[in-house]
């Protein structure tokens, strides 16, 4: 893992949002774990669609205040989603989301790999490899929490809970 010269860093975060269930608590007890590993996290709190709209703009924007970080829930669901759309050098703000401004040509070539390789496990070769210098270069500290708690009568059938965000309400009826 690279070594990081900063000790400090300015983290954009939301009190509520997006199925966040806890976000204020639970950026605190990461600010908490990360002091205890000699690095200070200061947060500047903003509303959810503006810390969206910061997110868009691009972390040398004037809206990002400075910020270094940026914590906000993501769904990881595919490679592009995961890996390209934050990290490939020529989707910067405005022209996608890559907030913090990332540009490898190394990935950048995995990149280009994964995308015209077409036997499933050579992709799955050349993923592992993004996944290494994804870690190797600490490009992302990944939280999972429970979002979107749900409370509900014992009349309501047939709910079963989805393992993403994409939940089907076909199933579910109401006894009476």
Same mark, same amino acid.
């Given at each position: ?106 990935? *950048? /070539? +995995? !990149?280009?790999? =994964? ?6 496990? @050579? ?13 190797? *270069? /600490? +490009? !992302?500290?990944? =939280? ?6 749900? @409370? ?16 089907? !309400? ?7």
């Amino acid at each position: 893992m690279k070594r990081f010269g900063w000790a400090a860093l300015v983290a954009g975060v939301v009190l509520a949002g997006s199925g966040q269930m806890q976000p204020l608590s639970m950026n605190e007890f990461i600010q908490q774990n990360l002091a205890d590993a000699g690095m200070k996290i200061e947060f500047e709190t903003v509303e959810w669609n503006t810390l969206i709209n910061i997110w868009r703009a691009g972390a040398d924007h004037e809206s990002s205040r400075k910020a270094t970080g940026m914590n906000y829930s993501y769904f990881i669901q595919d490679p592009f989603t995961g890996f390209i759309r934050h990290l490939q050098c020529n989707l910067k703000p405005p022209a996608g989301t890559n907030w913090g401004l990332y540009c490898d040509q190394e990935m *950048d /070539a +995995l !990149f280009d790999q =994964v995308r015209n390789t077409f036997d499933s496990e @050579a992709q799955t070769r050349v993923l592992e490899k993004v996944h290494e210098k994804y870690v190797d *270069d /600490a +490009l !992302f500290l990944m =939280v999972t929490h429970d979002v979107n708690a749900r @409370a509900m009568s014992p009349k309501v059938r047939g709910f079963v809970q989805a393992q993403n965000w994409f939940q089907d !309400f076909n199933t579910i009826t109401m006894a009476p």
